[in-house]
Each structure stands twice: as structure tokens, then as C-alpha cells.
């Protein structure tokens, strides 16, 4: 079993930023590919970025491409977004989840089988 727990979300005027941290129970947590994902009111959940179990390997979705940064930590079983340049549009829950599988992380939400209760991120126009 492994929980995730996020943080750092809030509320940010556009062009601001924030970092995201999501931090993981499992002393196996360097084997896992992580992804984040949001869903905003009235929408599907939707993949934002993803990251392979070394940390070494990241994969965005194009609406964050240049903006958004994962990374991956294994030392302190923690996963970070970093959000930059935010926009109005990227106001949403954000969670984080684990795949105990993959090596590389996916956009595919199916493919995790963990994930975190999530963090609400509001962007003001």
C-alpha cells in the first residue's frame, strides 16, 4: 500500500507561481513512475506531466510544455511540480499518483494504481 499525500497548492494571481510537493509512504517509492493530473469543474481529469522512476525521464503535456517542471526525489520519497507562468486555465485539483509498474511514466491515468487525495490550485485573471 502506498499513500500520497500533496501540498502547496493555493491561490496565485496569473503569471505567478507555486510548487507543488507530493510525498510518498512507501520505502519502495524509487521503484514507482509518478504522474500528476487535474480536473477542473466540469471536466475530465486530465494528465499534466509524468516522471520515471529514476527521476531521469519526464514527459509534459503541451498545454504546460515550458511552464511546468516534475522532478523526482527519491532520497525523500517526494515528488515536486513546479508551476510557473500560471494561467487562469490551470485552476484545478491537482493529484499526484504512483505506478508500481511502469519505468517510465504515462499519460495513460489507468496505468497507476496509487493516488492522493489531491490539492485545489486556483489562478486569479
Known amino acids: 500500500q502506498v499513500q500520497l499525500v500533496e501540498s502547496g497548492g493555493g491561490l496565485v494571481q496569473a503569471g505567478g507561481s507555486l510548487r507543488l510537493s507530493c510525498a510518498a509512504s512507501a520505502r519502495t517509492f524509487r521503484t514507482h513512475a509518478m504522474g500528476w493530473f487535474r480536473q477542473a469543474p466540469g471536466k475530465e481529469r486530465e494528465f499534466v506531466a509524468a516522471?520515471?522512476?529514476?527521476?531521469?525521464?519526464?514527459y509534459y503535456a503541451d498545454p504546460v510544455k515550458g511552464r511546468f517542471t516534475v522532478s523526482k526525489v527519491n532520497d525523500k520519497n517526494t515528488v515536486y511540480l513546479q508551476m510557473n507562468n500560471l494561467k487562469p486555465e490551470d485552476t484545478a485539483v491537482y493529484y499526484c499518483?504512483?505506478?508500481?509498474?511502469?519505468?517510465?511514466?504515462?499519460?495513460?491515468?489507468?496505468?497507476?494504481?496509487?493516488w492522493g487525495q489531491g490539492t485545489q490550485v486556483t489562478v486569479s485573471s
Open positions: 499518483a504512483a505506478s508500481t509498474r511502469l519505468v517510465f511514466g504515462t499519460e495513460s491515468e489507468h496505468e497507476y494504481d496509487y
Open positions: 516522471v520515471s522512476r529514476s527521476g531521469g525521464n519526464t
